[in-house]
């Protein structure tokens, strides 16, 4: 008799037919597993973090919660027997922190879902789990609350709701729930542990010189009840100035300046892009001769390798790529010297550790190239004519560029052909940037407008006209309501994404402006223009005034502004090392 097959085999068995006749099946470099089972902590987490977006306006949030409620207790259960279960006294009493604000968001989660019963059943199920004094006010205050109405009226659960819960791990406990997070694979924990609490590592020894007095049960305490609400133990006043006193401690010794400036003295080559690693120890130019240079900052020295990898030459390698580098493969200046394009090289991105260097170049390729060893991994081939730039997403999953071929392409380092090809534009794309939440593509172009593309189907969202000039650069806000572009007429147009419009005009610069950036915590936007001027204004003054108003603001009061002496500007970039902004430039 044969067999019904189950709706889960049906889909199996047709996504695995679909990857055979797109040959997914090959073996390729940077290739990830076949085993959809064998993926690491960290790629899980990624992987939903990327998927739920964040909990802002302008993004679309996946839910996971809202959709079973069952399986939220289990999940919750399941965690507590784990911790519960553990032999090391000093680790369960670490881990069973996280249980208490996992408790209170899916209570919460539940209720904005609609199902108040399983809300009430489960809070009464497991409430007895937390004792202490100021866990239990709060609990009993949580349990009186039966609607998202309920939630605003009252401000303790309110700011609960929105603010992150800070809890303190040690590595080892970290790496316990992050062994426990892969090998159950809950995506409901992993969701409400991203998206409202902030696991910190270590801090016992970076406050280990505050409250010397205070036995370790105490300290314990202050750090796990409501960290991030104002009790009348100060609990709360005390972490916020421990933070204040470590900010106010890197600021003296000089970690945090305006403006950082690199120039590359170039005498007979013209360099035409830079960046640095996201952790600021090393550099790469790229340059019209074709060349990428790699220099070590501050204290990094960059050494030869010394051996030869692959030793396995794969399809997609570049033959002379795999060559072991030879003395005339470093420089005068101790710069590291990557060759492998034929012409010029427009734009390069960091990603990994960084482990992988990619650039773009008028040769119409996308290069990756190992760090470990200076050769050249694969070969992104799909653009038909130069490509000018190119943008990476959050957590490095995808990567975008932009050509002379009027189109942008999508990419993922497991395969050396696009993924999806977004065209529309009516002359050259000149910058690519991806929405903060991943789903969405924003292309600059020569045609004068902004188009907002689909990430997944590559469907045109929105197409932003009315700039008067070609477009050079584009930045997004780091809550994503904001769109800022700028080019030729050489001022700053901010577009509110919900509206469809122009929120403001930032005018100041004389020259072209060629480079944005958005810091992190979104204070401010950088911009640089071709004079060799780098400006930054202040979005509390610029955006949130302007927004207050009922008509569009044209900004033309002074912003701070750095004059570098810089003959180009190669880069203008926020970096999350001590939110330093960062010029690279040539002189």
Known sequence: ?????????????????????????????????????????????????????????????????????????????????CINGLTNEKLKIELRNILYPVFCHLYLEMLHAGNRQTAVQFMRSHQGDFTSDTEKDFLEELSSVFSIQDIELRPFVNAFRTRKYKVDLSDEAHMILQKFLVKHGHVILMQVINTHVTVIKNLSDLYSTVDECEDEHEKRADVTINGHVEQPCGTGVDREMRELQEAIRLMR????????????????????????????????????????????????????????????????????????????????????VLRGHSDVVHDMRFIGEPDVLLSVSSDKDMRAWRLND??????????????????????????????????????????????????????????????????????????????????DDGNLMRSYVGAQSTIYSLAFSPDGKYLAAAGDDKSIAIWDLATNSVLTELKGHQDSIMNLDWCSDGEYIASSSLDGVVRLWSTQEYIKTANTSSSNVSSTSNPQSFVTSCSSILSLRYYNKNNSLVCIGTT
């Open 374 to 455: 200076y050769t050249c991994a694969a070969v992104y081939s799909g653009h038909n004519y130069p490509i000018w730039c190119m943008d990476t997403s959050v957590f490095n999953l995808y990567i975008a560029t932009g050509s002379h071929d009027r189109t942008a392409k999508l990419w993922s380092l497991d395969r050396t052909f696009p993924l999806r090809i977004f065209a529309g534009h009516f002359l050259d794309i000149n910058c690519v940037r991806f929405h903060p939440n991943t789903q969405y593509l924003a292309t600059g172009s020569s045609d004068k407008t902004v188009r907002l593309w689909s990430k």
């Open 253 to 336: 010794n000089g970690a945090h300046q305006p403006l950082r400036i690199f120039t590359v003295n170039n005498a007979t080559e013209n360099a035409s892009c830079g960046i640095l690693t996201p952790n600021m120890d090393r550099l790469a130019a790229g340059f019209s001769t074709a060349e990428i240079r790699l220099w070590g900052i501050g204290d990094t020295v960059l050494t030869r390798p010394r051996f030869r990898n692959p030793s396995i030459t794969l399809a997609c390698d570049s033959s002379p790529s795999v060559e072991i580098l030879d003395d005339n493969d470093i420089d005068q200046a101790g710069a590291i």
């Open 1 to 81: 008799m044969k067999m019904k097959r189950n709706k889960h085999d049906l889909v199996s068995a047709t996504l695995e037919s679909y990857l055979k006749r797109r040959r997914y099946q090959d073996t390729e470099v940077f290739k990830k597993t076949e085993k959809v089972n064998c993926c690491s902590s960290e790629e899980m987490t990624l992987s939903v973090t990327a998927e739920c977006g964040t909990s802002r306006d302008n993004s679309i949030v996946f839910s996971a919660i809202s959709n079973d409620v069952v399986a939220a207790d289990q999940a919750y259960q399941k965690l507590k027997h």
